[in-house]
């Protein structure tokens, strides 16, 4: 099993672009979610879902968009990019014994 | 709602020395509680957790936490520090079996001074 994976590992935007993180599990995992870490401030909750189809917004979704048309991708989309977007994004899924792996983080950059 | 409050944003302790970082968490129903390790330029890796039954549980890496329900704690401890234990501790909390979502503590910086 590669787990949890997602790309790129680093991106530079400038302001107003947008983009999509890719995220992918190969565990059969129903639920999946997007956290963005800033420096202080730990782990936040941007979007999730508890299976295909299904999503729901967690913390700080504004500014993302999220679909889960099939069980192991779960994209995030960054409509207009913005500076305070600036953070490395984790890409999690959870088992059915309520473990979250997470991958391995993309770093993105907005300038 | 769940909340979960990390002490002290950074630790240092001398190598082979107690280690012990501190986690508070608020639940509404019974919790499940996490420890996840993250070395620099990595994700989280999960050290342990705790969902029902005994309270004491032991992790990867010789670490162990007791969750202490009058105390709403779950403290991270291992008795004897190690260099490779340098890292960022993140403690977590999810609504248990009948939630979906996990909040994060702020994290905490462990240094092992040789």
């Known amino acids: 099993n590669a787990g949890v994976t997602q790309t790129p590992k680093f991106q530079v935007l400038k302001t107003g672009q947008s983009m999509t993180l890719q995220c992918a599990q190969d565990?059969?995992?129903?639920?999946m979610s997007w956290y963005r870490q800033d420096p202080g401030m730990g782990l936040r909750l941007i979007h999730y879902s508890v299976g295909a189809g299904i999503t729901d917004q967690g913390e700080v979704p504004n500014g993302y968009n999220v679909s889960r048309s099939t069980t192991e991708d779960f994209p995030l989309r960054l409509l207009s990019a913005a500076p305070s977007q600036t953070s490395v994004y984790f890409c999690a899924s959870k088992s059915s014994t309520d473990t979250q792996y997470f991958g391995p983080g993309t770093r993105l950059t907005v300038l | 709602a769940q909340s979960v409050t990390q002490l002290g944003s950074h630790v240092s302790v001398s190598e082979g020395a107690l280690v012990l970082l501190r986690c508070n968490y608020s639940?509404?129903?019974?919790?499940?509680l996490f420890w996840y390790v993250q070395y620099p330029n990595q994700g989280l890796q999960l050290l342990l957790k705790y969902t029902t039954g005994a309270t004491l549980v032991k992790g990867i890496n010789g670490f162990e936490a007791e969750f202490k329900k009058s105390e709403t704690s779950f403290h991270l401890t291992k008795p004897s520090a190690h260099m490779s234990d340098a890292a960022e501790y993140f403690c977590?909390?999810?609504?248990?079996?009948?939630?979906?979502?996990?909040?994060f503590g702020t994290g905490t910086s462990l240094t092992v001074i040789p």
């Open positions: 565990m059969n995992h129903e639920y």
């Open positions: 977590a909390v999810s609504e248990g079996y009948t939630g979906n979502q996990f909040y």
């Open positions: 639940s509404s129903v019974p919790p499940y």
